[in-house]
């Protein structure tokens, strides 16, 4: 069974900080990773999507590289402010005879504080 | 449109009351999908529609009942639910060919 673990589950910076948050899945045979935000009481917004393929994937402040072999993700964010505040989570997707079905990770609760 | 849609966005119900979620995508993706998810705790996936066919039940109880009347249109049936089910309900949608899932704002549901 497909495990997803973030680290850390919270974190506190100040406005400017460039940070990294950690995903780890147990089993390798994935598809996809994909990382979204969060606010709190409101839906999933993704922000990107790394094919298994793929190495990384950029999109603005945001970086998150991929290692499929060791079964780690890592999502940069570059220059923090505090709109970036939110729950970031983590998942990853086996494909189509799966359902493409997403086993989520519990999450990183970032607050940039100005 | 390049939006899923969820109504309510909010839902009081009482334990014998019967009422419906509602999920609405007309970017033409034909797999949509059912979440839970609790405070504080990462979506839980509920069901799966594929070409408007139930692919996926993750053996949730039979107090909740999904139906996909057509490609655009995605509903939860509720009835007799326990305290315990109230949750934040994400309904999400997917087009052929790709793996990424777009979300909607989600129902925050409280049964009384």
């Known amino acids: 069974k497909q495990e997803v673990t973030q680290i850390p589950a919270a974190l506190s910076v100040p406005e400017g900080e460039n940070l990294v948050l950690n995903c780890s899945f147990t089993?390798?045979?994935?598809?996809?990773l994909q990382w979204f935000r969060q606010d709190p009481g409101k839906g999933l917004t993704s922000l990107l999507l790394i094919q298994s393929s793929q190495r990384e994937q950029t999109s603005g402040r945001l970086n998150a590289s991929l290692d499929k072999s060791s079964g780690r993700s890592t999502l940069y964010i570059a220059a923090s402010q505090p709109g970036d505040s939110a729950t970031y989570l983590c998942a990853v997707s086996r494909g189509e005879t799966s359902g493409s079905r997403l086993t989520f990770g519990e999450g990183t609760q970032l607050t940039v504080n100005p | 449109d390049t939006e899923v849609t969820q109504t309510p966005k909010h839902l009081v119900m009482g334990m014998t009351n019967k009422k419906s979620l509602k999920c609405e995508q007309h970017m033409g993706h034909r797999a949509m999908y059912w979440y839970k998810q609790k405070a504080k705790k990462p979506p839980e996936l509920m069901f799966v529609y594929s070409y408007e066919k139930l692919s996926i039940n993750e053996s949730v109880p039979s107090r909740f009942s999904p139906e996909c009347p057509n490609s655009s249109l995605l509903n939860l049936h509720l009835h007799a639910l326990q305290p315990e089910d109230s949750a934040l309900y994400l309904c999400?949608?997917?087009?052929?060919?790709?793996?990424?899932?777009?979300f909607g704002p989600g129902t925050r549901l409280t049964v009384t």
């Open positions: 999400a949608s997917r087009p052929k060919g790709s793996y990424e899932q777009y």
């Open positions: 089993d390798s045979a994935i598809y996809n």
